[in-house]
């Protein structure tokens, strides 16, 4: 059977995208410059049918892995990157980062509140007796947002004692309800930082934020960046994966800590990915873009019915999340049931509640993508609490996110329900 819209969902989704153009040409505009860039970085290294060849067992001399790090260290402006698909995931390049740039009885300090939820377990303030940061003697404080925005003067307060040899910080709001940061803020945090002790590592959680703007962290003051890979960066085609990049120090300090102190990226071999990665890497900016309208539009469609969204869908973009307050419940479920319905992979299972481990709520996510968990697919999830906030982020093309959206709609307003307005 064909996916069916009815008139008004057609119209609706018609109405929205008119209403769009000048976001969505302010967003073409930024994938043009970060295609210019990322295809200027594989023209300056060369890059050669022989880079996807790829190697077994140790990894050793692997060209194409070597020239791979050297191009990300271009494109986020670092003297050193390293790119592996040994990384599990994003939580492990960040762990594999803050493990190598802290040693005992120095201080790890979280600039913009909590971190994201996977990181509490690697500083250790949630079990213990894993090999947290903190049962190794790196102590933990963190700068609480005021209003919701970052303390500046606090940051600056907290990053002076000299014990503190690291700042985290987190580009993407994550679960939490602040805004994600810019680029330009982030920009001014390293400032402020850097006053109060020129000494400690600035490492920037960039997940969701790579290639949202035409500059990285790393451009602006940040010492390292890190993300996985099946989100941005990945383009939607590398299986898996994370990267790090920054001071070669720093990302040799990673790299001993992702495999083994003495032999850090000499090994670890690519099994023949390389070309996903690559190639991946050539479509981010266009997948990112791809991301950034779907959410734009949902935020559209939404707003067009009176739901309250943040961020509003004539805000320039930092991540590629949008939020959508849902207000009830079943509205919530509807919701992430028509996004589920629109994915390539598994539209014919319904997502349902679950209690989720770490959370204190029950959990609802939608997700049919070719790679397990890859959030630059179109995805739907929510905590089963007010305001029944559902977070939406991904979407390989447009045309499918735009889809996605409106059966997410057409499930929510059911066939005759009038539309609800404020
Ligand atoms: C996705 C994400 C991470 C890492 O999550 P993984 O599931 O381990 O890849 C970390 N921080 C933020 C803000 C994220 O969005």
Redesign the pocket.
Known sequence: MPLQLSDKVRALGDQAQRELVDEFSRIDTIAQENTQRVLAAFQDHRVADSYFAGTTGYGYDDLGRDKLDEIYADLFGTEAALVRIQFV????A?ASALFGALKSGDVLVSAVGAP?D?LLGVIGTAEKGHGSLKDYGVEYRQVELVDDAPDLEGIARMAADPKVKAVLI?R?K?YSTRASLSVAEIGEMCAIIKRANPNAAILV?N??GEFVETLEPTHVGADLVVG?LI?NPGGGLAPTGGYIAGRRDLVEGAAQRLTVPGIGGECGCTLGQNRLLYQGLFLAPHTVSQAVKTAVFGAKVMELLGYETEPHSSAVRHDIIQMIHMREPEALKKFCKGIQFGAPVDSYVTPEPWDMPGYDSQVIMAAGAFIQGA?IELSADAPMRPPYTVYLQGGLTFESGRLGILLAVQELLGSDQPVPRE
Not at 89 to 92: D, E
């Open positions: 995931n994003g939580t492990h960040i994201y996977t987190q993407s994550g959680d997940c969701y996985s989100k959030s």
